[in-house]
Every structure is written in C-alpha cells, then in structure tokens.
C-alpha cells in the first residue's frame, strides 16, 4: 500500500509521517511539501533514511506536478494536512489561505479520482465551528454543529470541508474529514502558543498574552491526534466526519503559568498584550462519534504530553533557533 501525504514536512504532517512509517513498515509512505516557512525538510532527515519513503517537493495548486506525483507512485489512500493554518497570518493576507485551503485540496481531489485513490482523507479543524461561550461547559461541538467560521483560516477549512463533501456525493469520491482540536508536541513552528512559551521561557524573555489570556482550547497530543487519523482512513465510513478531542480543556493564561511552573521560572515574565481580532472565546469537541465507532481515544495525559514536548524543546534548539528569530513576538 502506498500512502501520499500532503503538507509532511509540517508540524502534524511530520508527525504522522513517523507515526505510519514506525507501525507499518511494509507500506510505502510519499510526502508531498512545498517547504513554505512552517515546513522543513530537515524535519523529515530520519525519515528520508528509509527506503519505503519518498519525498516529493510540489505545490498542491500545481496541477501538473501534483498529477505526475499521482502517475509515478499510484497512491491509495491521499491524507490531506498541506494547510495555510494560522489565523493571526490569515486575518493579516488572507489570499494565500483561500488559495492554498481550497483550491489545492480540489487539485488533491482531481487526481485522487483520475488515478483511483481508494481513500482521499482531508484534515480540517474545530474552528469550522465558531466558538462558544465561556459560562456554558455543558456545550461541545459534534459534528452535526452548524459552520460558524470566525477567521479566514476557519472560512477556508469550512469551505474545503464542503468542496469535500461534494466531492464525495457529485463524484464518488471515498473521502472522509476529520475536525481536530488544539494540537502540541514535537516540530511545531515556534510561532504556536506551547512553543513559544516554552522557548520564550527557557530564554528568560516575556511570554505575550492576549487579552487577559481566559480563552479555552481543548488540547490534543500530536501522537494521539495521529493514531485517530490512522483509525479514519482504516476504518471510517466514506462521505463521514469524525471529531478529534482530546478532552483536556483549559485557559491560555493556565498553559503559560503551567510550562513556567515546569521550567521554574517566573511568572513576572507573562505580558499581557492586546486581543487578537475576533478571537475565540472555547472550543470544546465532543468526540463521542470517533470513540464510539473507531474504538479511538486519546491515550496521553496533557501533564505528560507537556513533559515531552517541553523536553523535546530542550533538546532541539538547533531545530528552533533559526525559526524562532524571524518570528514575531505575538504568535498565538
């Protein structure tokens, strides 16, 4: 089996590249990247050393390359992650999410059904759905919860979540989606909330805030979120969505004074900075579906989670040093 994977030289792309590569290792794995400023190919070095692994640099909107990609390695099973995905960038120039969200996943689709892809999988996320209010933890979102996007990185997923599922009903496409929660781990660009508190913090400088840092995500361990995606392509029903969560909801300001806590240092060097536009307030998944349907669940506990992606950070500073000093201070 040969399994094509867009965007692998990204944060979770990556991650599921050596997640597949290390539980099937008679199956053939082709990462398809452009190498924008999130994706490294010095992320993939131990991957490039296996023989069942190939590494493709093409622009999913590039019809052409991505059709000689499908002749030459036939993949049966497609994993969308290639994805312009933060929002701060995206309010700043939303052309190139539009662009790549969109337009790229319709080219992915084309040749999944011109070269008989059994499986086109598309990773979207829980911003599709808008936010809910603070006061009512009662409230989650399935996947029968109306689109109410918030940014024009959530308008783009819910747009190419849509193409999806036309796809699926005008063409036949076997496509399935799954909507994930907040993701941390190992490789995420320095410019995502755990990160750059973590190296802001292991470098004594001051950890920016929005506004007064209450907004709740729910977090999901990368390697969890990976197991799930396997589980959807395996097992789950064509034309289905399937919610991703990791049942760990907790405020920005928590995650900060958290990671300072585990690196012993102080939280004098929180600073609170003015709000992002249109943020956010919760998001809570509910992942009742996946769980009930796939047997997934989430297996990592978010302290343990944070240990390793905390250590991790220690350890690879060769990784982030370069990343970390063109980006900017408020990246969340």
Known sequence: MTILVTGGAGFI???????????????KIVCVDKLTYAGRLSTLEKAMAKKNFAFCRADICDKESIDRIFAEHRPDIAVNFAAESHVDRSIECPDIFLKTNILGTQVIMDACI?????????????????????????????????IRTSSPYSASKAAADLLVQAYHRTYGLPATISRCSNNYGEYQ?????????????????????????????????????????????????????????????MENISIVKLILNKLGKSESLIKYV?????????????????????????????SEGLDRTIKWYKENQSWWGELSNSTPEVRM
């Open 189 to 249: 660009f320095p410019e995502k909330l755990i990160p750059l508190m973590t190296i802001n913090a292991m470098n004594d400088m001051p950890l920016p805030v929005y506004g007064n840092g209450r907004n709740v995500r729910d977090w999901l361990y990368v390697k969890d979120h990976c197991s799930a995606v396997d589980a959807v392509i395996r097992k789950g029903k064509a034309g289905e969505i399937y919610n991703i969560g990791g049942n760990t909801e």
């Open 274 to 302: 003015a709000d992002r536009k249109g943020h956010d307030l919760r998001y809570a998944i509910n992942a009742a579906k996946i769980r009930s349907e796939l047997g997934w669940s989430p297996q990592t506990d978010f």
């Open 13 to 27: 792309g990556s991650n599921f590249i050596y997640y597949m590569l290390e539980k099937y290792t008679d199956q």
């Open 114 to 146: 011109k070269y008989g892809t059994s499986r086109f999988h598309q990773i979207s996320t829980d911003e599709v759905y808008g936010d809910l209010p603070l006061d009512r933890p009662d409230l989650s979102f399935d996947e029968n919860s109306p």
